[in-house]
């Protein structure tokens, strides 16, 4: 690993009498991680104590479930808005089953969102490579086009929040693309801590940690095509993220249908992952920087969400991520890459 990348992990244990133990001593061991690119740090605890729960997917179909969708194809013509002629004549415009429409709640002054498919209810394999080509493509254009109609707003950006767990109002599948120069704390944080590194080593640190993860192995998942995934080193979800990078796409003008298409079939084949694991619901993002840097890389986070439990629907988020900032995670980076690189 380059020595300008340095992981570290603070270890320590509690002791306590234990009482499932007839009150024998027991010692718990946690740790602490600082990100090698931002410092900031993450707490791994309560090991293997969480579990994605399963979700009743047909009970969302349900129409005293459903309520109003304006997603779906029924509602979609009326309750839905279009764009403005100057940035797309044709109000919605679509590719296969993905339709792009203006964000009724903006997030920035081009934001849109993407319905992905015309089933109100879509589960993680029939969120198949078309679909999921149509949507990334028909997105990623809309991006390119509002980086020449905006060309002073420097950060472009999918979001994407796939079932309830992950906080999405709305089941029917669908990913905000939108640029901002606000485009959040852990966002400018990993962008400033990357141009610093960048003028400290004379090289760019994401080039160097994929570089690096590829050497050890320990948390790199593998590649397809120009894009490298693997494990955070500090994850932000509590069962861990799973991490794209493309070393070579700075800006979204630098994305390319080939990146597309590689982009797709790692998520796949992350979805067989999830699958197998149980897990339905996530939160991704996938970030673009400016033009003309060469620090900061287009990268993808997928974070998995679950309710703690289905009797009384506790989230995965506490004190910690709420007020304190801090990602809890119980699922070790290392443990996580072995189960995740059988799929790749
Ligand atoms: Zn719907």
């Known amino acids: 690993m380059s020595k300008a990348i340095e992981f570290k992990i603070i270890e320590a244990e509690s002791t306590f009498l234990h009482p499932r133990k007839g009150f024998e001593q027991e010692k718990v061991r946690f740790e602490v991680r600082k990100d090698p690119l931002t410092g900031r740090t993450g707490h791994y605890s309560h090991f293997g104590a969480i579990k994605p729960q399963r979700l009743d997917l047909e009970h969302y179909n349900k129409p005293e479930t459903k309520g109003f969708c304006p997603f779906c194809l029924d509602k979609r013509d009326k309750a839905t808005p279009k764009f403005t002629a100057d940035i797309y004549a044709e109000g919605r415009p679509f590719q296969g089953e993905a339709t792009l429409i203006p ?13 992905m498919a015309d089933d109100h209810v879509v589960p993680l394999e029939q969120l198949n490579a078309k679909r999921l080509y149509d949507a990334f493509s ?19 950006l999918m979001t994407w929040n796939y079932m309830p767990p992950s906080g999405g109002g709305l089941v029917h599948p669908h990913q905000q693309y939108f640029a901002t120069e606000y485009p959040g704390n852990q966002f400018i944080d990993e962008l400033t801590a ?3 590194f960048h003028q400290r080593h004379g090289k760019d640190y994401w080039s160097s ?5 590829r050497a050890t192995g320990q948390r790199y998942v593998g590649s397809i095509g120009a894009s490298h995934w693997l ?23 630098d994305l390319k249908e080939q990146d597309i298409q590689d982009l797709v079939a790692g998520l796949c084949k992350v979805f067989e992952y999830y699958r197998t694991g149980g897990i339905m ?8 920087g400016t033009e003309g840097q060469r620090y900061f890389p287009c990268h993808l986070r997928i974070s998995p969400r679950t309710f703690l439990n289905m009797r009384d629907f506790a989230p995965d988020l506490n004190f910690f991520q709420a007020i304190l900032g801090e990602p809890v995670c119980v699922a070790m980076p ?6 995740v690189k059988k799929f790749f």
Do not use: R, T
């Not at 940690?209 to 993860?213: M, N, R």
């Not at 080193?233 to 796409?249: E, T």
């Not at 290392?334 to 189960?339: P, S």
């Open 281 to 288: 619901s996530f939160n991704a993002s996938l970030l673009f």
């Open 103 to 115: 964000n009724l709640f903006p997030y920035d002054i081009y934001s849109g969102v993407l319905i």
């Open 138 to 156: 028909l997105g990623i254009n809309f991006l390119k086009k509002i980086k020449g109609l905006g060309p002073s707003i420097p950060y472009h």
């Open 334 to 339: 290392e443990d996580l890459c072995k189960d």
């Open 209 to 213: 940690l994929v570089e690096g993860e």
């Open 231 to 253: 494990i955070p080193f500090v994850c932000l979800g509590i069962l861990g993220d799973i991490m794209c990078v493309f070393p070579d796409v700075y800006s979204v003008e």
């Open 194 to 196: 990357s141009e610093q």
